[in-house]
């Protein structure tokens, strides 16, 4: 069992849809919780990052940690096309060392 | 400011092989990190280095390895290539490694170098 899992997807909604994408982990030590964002031919950048558990909001992009059931979320209100892109959550316990999620590939359709 | 610079961008090499590939990191960083992304497996840590010392390693075989120099500038290479091997190459630099207590040091990743094992 991998110890960060994430659904593949494609995922495909219409332009404003309210847009939810999920991570399950397996190890209670990691502390820091990022969701990075990958376009084509292009590395991932970082979206957010929540320390612990909790909500963290910036625009319109919301993550939430629930570490009790080791399950972390991201939420994007009014999806824009160019929102399409692969969505990678990343866990780490304090080092540099990032786990990530398989990644989930996602297409906002005008 | 520039961001994270890999070179080469495209590479193409044979089973047995050897590859070397290189990072330069955002001006001011130290601390350097590796991934190997594959269809099959995603992200994958490989090694971070900071201050020229290897701080952290992945689960690859010893085919793998790397070093930083003073400049912070860092290579990976890759012995004996075998044809699982062929994956995009990330490297991402950050200022420091984490301080803990909530401080979180992004990590900037490069475009990658694509390598493709024949």
């Known amino acids: 069992q991998k110890e960060v899992e994430q659904d593949p997807g494609p995922l495909s909604v219409p332009e404003g849809a309210i847009v939810s994408l999920n991570c399950t982990y397996s190890n209670s030590a990691f502390q820091y919780f990022m969701w990075y964002r990958q376009y084509s031919r292009k590395g991932p950048e970082l979206l957010m990052y929540t320390y612990s558990s909790g909500n963290k909001e910036d625009g319109r992009f919301t993550a939430q940690v629930d570490k009790s059931s080791k399950y972390i979320s991201l939420f994007i209100r009014d999806s824009q096309p160019s929102d399409s892109a692969t969505y990678l959550c990343a866990l780490s316990q304090g080092a540099q060392k990032l786990v990530f999620g398989q990644g989930t590939r996602l297409t906002i359709n005008p | 400011k520039a961001g994270v610079t890999q070179t080469p961008r495209y590479l193409i090499k044979t089973r047995g092989q050897q590859v070397t590939l290189s990072c330069s990191p955002i001006?001011?960083?130290?601390?350097v990190s590796w991934y190997q992304q594959t269809p099959g497996q995603g992200l994958q840590f490989l090694f971070e280095y900071f201050s020229e010392t290897q701080r952290n390693k992945g689960n690859f075989p010893g085919r793998f390895s790397g070093r930083q120099f003073s400049n912070s500038r860092s290579e990976m290479n890759v012995s004996t290539l075998e044809l699982g091997d062929s994956a995009l190459y990330l490297c991402?630099?950050?200022?420091?490694?984490?301080?803990?207590?909530?401080?979180?040091?992004?990590?900037?990743f490069g475009p990658g170098t694509r390598l493709t094992v024949l």
């Open positions: 001006s001011g960083h130290r601390s």
């Open positions: 991402a630099s950050s200022l420091n490694p984490p301080g803990g207590g909530g401080s979180y040091n992004e990590q900037f």
